[in-house]
């Protein structure tokens, strides 16, 4: 998905949803990939939705916040969660390569990022989890790819112009599925 929105009217979106800072907010995915959203988590560095792989050593729900004045999200696990490496506050990052479609992940600012990828430039537009590169428009480019687990699915950012078969496009949102209230 593409959003051609002006600058000013992003940064204007950030600062408003910029709400419950300490707490941080859980994003949720839509798309077709289920009748409702699915909630992000993280595993072992990556972002996943579906549920937690068996495989990750480490594996939580996330939560998380937008960085005052910056465009860096900050993941952070439940205090009673199991992944020590959310400790050292990882930010999300995607690859932008041209061409690319490599997962969603996490690190941690002293860390080196996977070349092509940066954790800068993410803001929420109406809730909405966008990824702005200098002098570009906003773009939602996240997808989810089918894991060797039912129903659990890695999250990429689609830099490339075509995905593949099994990918599907998802949205990532701030938005609580109704599901969750019943
Ligand atoms: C993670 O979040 C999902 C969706 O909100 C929830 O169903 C699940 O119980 C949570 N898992 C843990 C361990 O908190
Ligand atoms: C942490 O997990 C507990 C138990 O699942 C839950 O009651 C609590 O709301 C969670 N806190 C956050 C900040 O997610
Ligand atoms: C980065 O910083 C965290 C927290 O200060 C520390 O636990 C981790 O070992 C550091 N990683 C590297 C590669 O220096
Ligand atoms: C972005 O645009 C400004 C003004 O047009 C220009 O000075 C700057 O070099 C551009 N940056 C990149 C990375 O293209
Ligand atoms: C499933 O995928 C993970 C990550 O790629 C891998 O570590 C694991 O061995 C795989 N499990 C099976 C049963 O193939």
Redesign the pocket.
């Known amino acids: 998905m593409y959003c051609k929105l002006p600058l000013l009217t992003a940064l204007a979106a950030c600062i408003t949803s910029v709400v419950s800072e300490d ?1 941080g907010f859980p994003l949720f995915a839509y798309g077709k990939v289920a009748k409702s959203g699915l909630r992000l988590s993280y595993a072992d560095g990556l972002a996943y939705i579906g549920g937690f792989p068996s495989f990750a050593k480490e594996a939580v ?1 996330i ?1 998380l916040s937008l960085a005052e004045g910056d465009d860096k999200f900050v993941a952070k696990g ?3 969660g199991t992944a020590p490496s959310l400790s050292s506050k990882p930010t999300m990052y995607v690859d932008v390569t041209e061409g690319a479609s490599n997962p969603v992940g996490f690190t941690t600012d002293n860390e080196t990022l996977p070349s092509g990828a940066t954790a800068v430039g993410f803001g929420l537009y109406g809730g909405w989890v966008f990824h702005k590169q200098q002098n570009s428009s906003l773009e939602m480019k996240f997808i989810a790819t089918p894991t060797n687990e039912t129903g659990i699915f890695l999250v990429k950012w689609n830099a490339a112009a075509t995905k593949a078969s099994d990918d599907i496009a998802i949205s990532l949102r701030t938005q609580v599925p109704v599901a969750l209230y019943e």
């Open positions: 707490l729900n939560t439940n205090s009673t």
